[in-house]
Nanobody, 124 residues
Framework: QVQLVESGGGLVQAGGSLRLSCEASGRTFGSYAMGWFRQAPGKEREFVAAANWNGGHTLYADSVKGRFTISRINGKNAVYLQLTSLKPEDTATYYC?????????????????WGQGTQVTVSS
């Protein structure tokens, strides 16, 4: 069983930055791929970014490519999402998720464990 806890969300002006953190329990964190997803009100949850087991291979949604960066520190059981050049359309609840395999994926149904989410609000 893996438990995920996100933090770091908040209110920021357009053009600003935030760093989201996700801390995981469990000794197998270093074997799992990790992903970030987001869900805006009235919309489906969507893929944002993913990293393989050691962070050496990453995936990004086109909408965030060049603005967001996913990273992980296995020794701290943590994965991060650096958000820069934020836009109002980035407003959403952001969730981290783990996938019990080495490689990341953009497919939501391939993730096994989810955090409770952290709210990011970008004002114009």
């Amino acid at each position: 069983q893996v438990q995920l806890v996100e933090s770091g969300g908040g209110l920021v002006q357009a053009g600003g930055s935030l760093r989201l953190s996700c801390e995981a329990s469990g000794r197998t964190f270093g074997s799992y791929a990790m992903g970030w997803f987001r869900q805006a009100p009235g919309k489906e949850r969507e893929f944002v970014a993913a990293a393989n087991w050691n962070g050496g291979h990453t995936l990004y949604a086109d909408s965030v490519k060049g603005r967001f960066t996913i990273s992980r520190i296995n020794g701290k059981n943590a994965v991060y999402l650096q958000l820069t050049s934020l836009k109002p359309e980035d407003t959403a609840t952001y969730y981290c998720a783990s996938r019990t395999t080495y490689s990341g994926s953009y497919l939501i149904n391939e993730y096994n464990y989810w955090g409770q989410g952290t709210q990011v609000t970008v004002s114009s």
